[in-house]
């Protein structure tokens, strides 16, 4: 006891009364844990001194394990001089002083020695050392709470340093353990997440070549950003000004990093797969360890009300001590600190964030290039560029939203505490608000996920129509259906509106209950306060609200936090879903497809061997199977020109699509060997120059370039491109011609010179002179006579040149065997006897005669029409220069309505009004009760307390609903307006726009604006009107404020502007950048299937990463650009609060002559200074993001001002017009773009009513033009068309488009019963349809199908081309029209039905104009008159068996070439 009373004279050995003695805080638990540091260091230092370490100390650890310990010796060692220099005045000093302060020394003094060392890594790091370490400064809280306690400033700030080291040496050392024995780490060696990044890899120890090797200080205040700033401010900002990406943010190692993961995980568990463990072994440890930095970051945020409350304390008691100065200035230096590591979070945060998006839509991509089409075909496509689109972002959100699951119960709970050390157990009755309110947003959060889930759904079905519209707007407008289909598109965007109002309504309830808590939390907790018994002072009411004020961040984000992390877990379910799919290769693997060393002995010399193969469409998930393919048996040797043939829909494209491996096989095996390619029946054209869609990635070599583009005859066509083959090709090839497409997927075909060629239909898209080039200078021609050709056709001259003829028969093989052994009558097929051109027959030596001699005469094509100028063809996308011009606010709050907008506005104001009366108030309350006035009674000053809370929430709710109405509005009118404009644009605007660029607008920019927009606004409106009560408060409070306002205000602005240049500049480049990916990848979606035969799938996810990249640099930018902003914001806010505490202190003091005010009224300014740090950084980075967010609107509006068609006519027309259907062309001149050539040369012709003509002509000759011009898709240039002696020019556009029947060249099914698909507007009974199906030679098959309600497939998938067109011929028989166009309807069926075709046509058009486009001369040859055009000039016409007699005649050189 002896001993005891020495070292602790003056105080209890362990407890004073109110806590832990100082005696046994400084003895047991300050030197009682150095010295068991000291201990386990010196023990770990002896265990290890053998040890091989790792003598290597990269730059960052050296900051961490030697400037901190440095930090704590000089302070301990700064302790000890103080106790000495206390003894040495006799002051008196306390042994138990010296024992703590010289233990602290002896600790860091002996971890900087270690430190030095070569295993400083095996003792600092050693797990037993890192765990203690976490819970060491715990034992320093106590010592802690009795500074704090006391009035002492220097004493709390002395105590706060040394447990801030200790925290910080803890959290370093755990993270360079975590990172130096993380598997990743080893494997990988990347410094990715240092808490702060110098641009060099720590674990290799060597700068990246890409990032610039910068100081600390440099990259703690982003100055990285300054060089792209400068430039902001004086031009248009283009990409080569963004900021490099770290080599660890490419793309391309984001999709390595999480593909690695998820196919780890397919090893280890393919049942159970999840992506959100993926993304977890990918990124968790780096996102923990930023855990570690936000705990430190809001541990700081509650140093403010705890300054705030001693300094309002020292206020009180009047003193002239120097501690109000050094609280003052804390105060500040507190909020620098703080917004240091707010934006370091941040920027860790959103590099994380970026790293995963990119990864995530680089797998998404990827998988769509691995997923067969029939595993694909539970995904429709509007849901997979859903995944894309929005799915992308809102996993990447559950970045924010798990760290603030924990650090907001976090804050809120300290905040609690910490108002329990003002008001005791007062705050009970605010947290019992706070508690009755969790189940009721539980509740509300349940809803909004029931309502979120469903509106993706719809909002899914939305863009897989709107991209069904787009596809198909040709045909569309000449159906007239435009109207019809945005009427069926509005019904699903009412559903998805529906939803969204459900979300955003319940949202507006989560706004009310958290905005109107803080209120509320002041109301019961101080009216419980004063009503115990407790006077209210200045220093309990200005901490609590400061305390207040910062529950109010947390409690309002909470709602958000949970609706994101929902948002999240769906999107993350809704992927996971699509990357389980099993892939190509796998399924190919499954199904027996191999290399020809597995083919069996029998077989070796057949480079496709089929046996017993039952295939579907259907995915693996659907029980039902619909075989397409039935016990298919089938070996095709190598180097064989393979004809497959048969009627409609009897397999033969399927049959490609099997060898493909595109098909999901039932039963049986597949062996080929070899390299594939694939040339569609719809060509799948490229968007880029010509010469790109031909290489498709390979190596360019000229000799064999010329030689495939002269094979294809597509020579001609290139020389007469304005830029040749660099001439740019826009979306799915728009400014190309149907033959065209076909000779260009040809050409990309021969030119990979793969083993074997698979051609669907190849030669049904040209004319038969072109058809017989292409037949002996390519498919038997030198370039493919090696390799194995498997050509699915009708055409006669091609199966006769076959090495091999399948006839395939509704799934079945029906016949396999050498074309001279093919018997076509006996086997149901026509021959080309039955065509009616007797006198011109030739045999197949003749043919090839005649088509050398074709060869010598001329070149067998020559397309001028429609020849492409990139820079004229596909319009660049534009984007706005400088600020987003305040029409675009006014356009918006218009679509909101005015009304509407100015309630928002005034109960904002009123609200923020409120809340400043009921601080007011309080204030007044406080100095009436301390200066001992005659003062009212409690419940006075608790009644109108009342009544501002009361008003406040009145106020509350109706901002929140009425935003929630407002954004709704201007949602709907937005989407409706943009519709309207896009149906009614004519069709050069979606020829020259690319449906992605549009898509892009109808997707991710209406998304924008449904969500974001209105909630970035509504946070802008909170955080304009808060500034407003500060200034205004503050201004009112201490006039010595306005000083400071003027050039305040100077420099916030100027750096507002400098900012907002840019950000404004980056906004748009990122708009820009992000249209690319998604124009490529709807582009990939449709030729999915070409990429995976020519396998070029690594090409493709190239271009991909290079559009991801840009992409990728623009978003980097735009973060560096706002933290860049907000740490100068912050900082400026800081001296602003140093500038009012110290202004307070001297007033205190009556240094000035101007009165600084009570107690009350200062405490309230400081405590409204206090809050300005965060809240002006909010307010320029909420008001950025919604100039940023307001680019969609700009976005939007660029497509408010297309150019329109005139859809009404001047003229008054009968019901049933047109009476005759007799047509006539004036003088008709039509181009399509005035830098081009005239599609058709002042053309004038006379078509009698109810007479049949054909319109023949080589290749891109003007035919389908002729059908533009009657169609007025295309506005003409000179002359005029009359129908019925009526100029159509005066007719309203849908009116004669909709008493014209067209058969479109590529057939139009969209989703949705058949019943609809033939007859969309209801009008005709089944009876009729089901007729008009069997004189289309279809009826069978639909049938068979499921009938008139069987659901047809995206793009009509569900039925063969060739039954696709068959249904559209039946749907414009329905129609019952006097004029009916058929544009190549029949080059996609056999010639068999075709002949049926055209006697049902002849025998059921009796009395209607019939106008037929084609190429097959059998098709024209029973026609009452033909027009011949060539280049768009009538060069003969007359009836076809007269012109057939004339051997000088154009049409006779035709019909001989027809004999294929």
């Not at 508690?435 to 909002?459: C, D, F, G, R, Y």
């Not at 480079?607 to 095709?636: A, F, G, P, R, Y």
């Not at 390299?675 to 070599?701: C, E, H, M």
């Not at 075909?749 to 669907?760: M, N, R, V």
């Amino acid at each position: 006891m002896g001993f005891l009373s020495l070292i602790c004279p003056n105080s209890p050995y362990v407890w004073d009364g109110n806590g832990f003695s100082e005696c046994f805080s400084n003895i047991m638990l300050g030197f009682g844990s150095s010295m068991l540091t000291l201990i386990i260091i010196i023990g770990l230092g002896i265990t290890n001194r053998t040890a091989k370490g790792i003598a290597q100390i990269y730059l960052l650890e050296k900051v961490s394990l030697r400037l901190l310990p440095a930090i704590g010796a000089s302070m301990a060692f700064y302790e000890l001089a103080m106790l000495l220099r206390e003894e040495l005045y006799d002051y008196g000093t306390l042994y138990h002083e010296w024992l703590f302060r010289g233990s602290q020394f002896l600790m860091w003094a002996s971890i900087l020695l270690i430190s030095n060392c070569d295993n400083w890594f095996l003792i600092l790091c050693n797990w037993i050392l890192c765990f203690w370490w976490v819970m060491k400064p715990l034992l320093g809280v106590p010592d802690l709470k009795t500074a704090f306690s006391s009035q002492e400033v220097v004493k709390c700030l002395k105590e706060s340093c040394f447990i801030l080291v200790d925290v910080m040496f803890g959290i370093c050392i755990n993270v360079i353990r975590i990172k130096r024995t993380s598997p990743r780490s080893r494997k990988h060696n990347s410094v990715d997440e240092p808490l702060l990044s110098c641009g060099v890899d720590i674990e290799e120890g060597f700068k990246d070549s890409r990032a610039v090797d910068h100081g600390i200080w440099h990259l703690m205040t982003f100055k990285s950003i300054n060089s792209t700033m400068e430039q902001g401010v004086i031009k248009q900002l283009d990409f080569e000004d963004l900021l490099q990406l770290p080599s660890d943010m490419d793309p391309s190692s984001c999709l390595d990093t999480l593909l690695s993961c998820w196919q780890t995980q397919q090893r280890n568990n393919c049942s159970n797969l999840s992506f959100f463990k993926v993304i977890f072994t990918a990124y968790g440890w780096p996102y923990l360890r930023l855990g570690m930095l936000k705990v430190l970051n809001d541990c700081i945020g509650f140093v403010g009300p705890l300054l705030l409350n001693k300094l309002i304390q020292f206020l009180q008691q009047g003193s002239w001590s120097f501690d109000g100065y050094i609280l003052a200035i804390s105060l500040g230096l507190t909020s620098i600190l703080k917004s240091f590591l707010d934006t370091q979070y941040t920027f860790h945060l959103a590099r994380l964030k970026l790293k995963l998006r990119s990864g995530i839509m680089a797998v998404i991509y990827r998988k769509c290039l691995h997923v067969s089409m029939a595993e694909r075909s539970k995904f429709s496509e509007g849901e997979i560029q859903t995944f894309m689109s929005v799915d992308a972002d809102r996993v990447v959100n559950l970045f924010n939203s798990f760290h603030d699951t924990w650090s907001l119960p976090f804050q809120i709970g300290v905040a609690l505490y910490l108002l329990y050390t003002q008001v005791k157990y007062a705050f009970l009755s605010g947290m019992a608000i706070t508690i009755l309110l969790i189940p009721v947003n539980k509740w509300i959060a349940k809803l909004i996920a029931s309502a979120t889930t469903k509106m993706m759904e719809q909002k899914d079905e939305r863009i897989r129509r709107t991209g069904e519209i787009l596809t198909h707007i040709r045909t569309l407008k000449m159906y007239a259906w435009e109207l019809l289909f945005v009427n069926w598109l509005m019904e699903t965007r009412s559903l998805e509106v529906k939803y969204l109002s459900t979300r955003k309504y319940l949202d507006a309830w989560c706004v009310f209950f958290w905005a109107t808590t803080p209120t509320l939390f002041s109301l019961f907790t101080f009216g419980l306060y004063s009503l115990t018994s407790h006077q209210l002072d200045a220093a309990t009411v200005f901490t609590c609200l400061a305390l207040f004020n910062s529950l109010i961040s947390p409690l309002n984000s909470f709602p958000w936090v949970i609706n994101g992390l929902i948002d999240g877990i769906i999107s993350t379910r809704r992927l996971n879903r699509f990357l389980s799919c099993s892939e190509h290769e796998s399924q190919l693997e499954q199904t027996g497809i191999s290399s020809s060393s597995s083919c069996s002995g029998g077989h070796s010399d057949m480079v496709v061997s089929i046996h017993d193969v039952c295939c579907t469409w259907s995915s693996s998930d659907k029980l039902e199977q619909n075989l397409i393919l039935d016990h298919v048996t089938l070996n095709l040797p190598r180097g064989s020109l393979v004809a497959v043939i048969g009627e409609v829909g009897s397999g033969k494209s399927s049959l490609l699509n099997l060898i493909l491996g595109e098909m999901r096989l039932i039963n049986g095996s597949i062996n080929s060997s070899g390299s594939i390619a694939y040339v569609p029946q719809v060509p799948w054209i490229l968007s880029g120059t010509l010469r790109d869609n031909i290489l498709f990635g390979k190596d360019y070599n000229p000799t064999r370039y010329s030689d495939v583009l002269q094979a294809c005859a597509l020579k001609i066509d290139i020389s007469q491109m304005v830029g040749g083959d660099m001439a740019y090709i826009g979306e799915r090839g728009v400014n190309l011609s149907g033959g065209q497409r076909a000779r260009l997927a040809l050409a990309r075909a021969i030119y990979h010179g793969p083993d074997i060629i698979l051609l669907d239909d190849v030669l049904s898209s040209v004319d038969p002179q072109v058809a017989c080039w292409i037949l002996y200078e390519a498919i038997l021609g030198p370039l493919m006579s090696e390799q194995t050709r498997i050509l699915c056709t009708h055409n006669i001259q091609a199966i006769s040149s076959a090495d091999l003829v399948v006839v395939m028969d509704k799934g079945h093989v029906k016949w396999v065997g050498h074309s001279s052994e093919f018997s076509p009558s006996s086997l149901g097929f026509s021959s080309v006897k039955e065509i009616n051109i007797s006198p011109l027959i030739l045999t197949q030596e003749q043919s090839r005669n005649t088509f050398r001699e074709a060869k010598e005469n001329s070149n067998p094509e020559s397309d001028c029409i429609l020849v492409s100028e990139g820079a004229e063809q596909v319009i660049v996308e534009l984007r706005k220069e400088g600020r987003v011009e305040l029409a675009v606010y006014r356009h918006y709050a218009a679509l909101a309505g005015w009304f509407i907008t100015i309630v928002t506005c005034l109960s904002a104001i009123l609200m923020q009004a409120s809340r400043n009366g009921n601080d007011l108030w309080l204030s007044y309350w406080v100095d009436t009760s301390g200066s001992n006035q005659n003062g009212h009674p409690i419940l006075f000053y608790l009644a109108v307390l009342c009544i501002f809370c009361l008003v406040n929430s009145l106020l509350t709710v109706t901002r929140a609903f009425s935003f929630a109405f407002g954004g709704l509005r201007a949602a709907i009118q937005v989407h409706d307006k943009l519709l309207k404009n896009l149906i009614d644009a004519p069709i050069d605007f979606f020829n020259q726009t690319p449906s992605g660029r549009i898509l892009n607008r109808l997707s991710s920019d209406l998304y924008t604006i449904d969500d974001a927009l209105p909630f970035i606004l509504n946070i802008l409106l909170a955080n304009f009107v808060g500034l407003l009560g500060i200034v205004v408060v503050l201004s009112y409070v201490q006039v010595m404020f306005l000083l400071l306002l003027l050039p305040f205000w100077y420099i916030y602005s100027k750096l507002q502007f400098y900012y907002r240049s840019t950000s404004r500049e980056l906004r748009r480049l990122d708009s820009v950048s992000r249209s690319p990916i998604y124009s490529s990848f709807t582009e990939t979606l449709d030729g999915s299937s070409t990429i995976r035969a020519f396998k070029s799938k690594d090409f493709f996810i190239a271009r991909f990463i290079e559009n991801a990249t840009l992409y990728q640099r623009t978003s980097y930018s735009e973060i560096i650009a706002s933290l860049w902003l907000s740490l100068r914001l912050q900082l400026l806010a800081a001296f602003v609060v140093s500038f009012v505490a110290v202004m307070a202190v001297i007033g205190s003091q009556g240094i000035l002559p101007v009165n600084m005010g009570t107690p009350g009224l200062v405490g309230l300014a400081l405590s409204y200074a206090a809050p300005i740090v965060s809240l002006l950084g909010s307010f320029l980075t909420s008001f950025s993001e919604t100039e940023k967010e307001m680019v969609s609107v700009e976005r939007v509006l660029q497509y408010m001002d297309i150019p329109q068609e005139e859809p009404h006519g001047s003229q008054q027309l009968e019901p049933d017009w047109p009476l005759h259907g007799w047509i006539e062309f004036q003088n008709v001149t039509l181009r399509y773009m005035p830098s081009l050539p005239p599609a058709l040369q002042d053309l004038s012709f006379i078509i009698a009513g109810g007479t049949q003509v054909g319109i023949v002509g080589r290749t891109g000759a003007g035919k389908s033009s002729v059908l533009n011009a009657i169609f007025r898709l295309n506005p003409i240039c000179q002359g005029c068309i009359l129908v019925d002696g009526i100029n159509i020019a005066n007719i309203s556009l849908r009116y004669l488009r909709s008493h014209f029947a067209i058969v479109p060249q590529s057939p139009f099914l969209f989703e949705g019963s058949l019943r609809a698909n033939l007859d969309p507007l209801g009008v005709t009974d089944d009876l009729k349809i089901w007729k008009a199906l069997e004189k289309c030679h279809v009826k069978e098959e639909v049938a068979a199908a499921g009938g008139l309600d069987m659901h047809v497939k995206e793009s009509g998938a569900s039925f063969s081309v060739g039954q696709q067109q068959l249904l559209c011929l039946a749907r414009a028989l329905l129609k019952s029209s006097k004029v009916l166009c058929l544009d190549e309807c029949t080059a996609n069926v056999d010639t068999q039905t075709a002949r049926k075709l055209q006697s049902a046509i002849a025998s059921e058009c009796r009395g209607i104009t019939v106008i037929t486009i084609a190429h097959r001369i059998s098709t024209v040859m029973n026609m009452d008159n033909i027009l011949i055009l060539d280049q768009g000039i009538l060069v003969e016409q007359g009836n076809p068996q007269s012109l057939l007699q004339d051997a000088q005649s154009r049409f006779s050189s035709f019909a001989k070439a027809s004999a294929m």
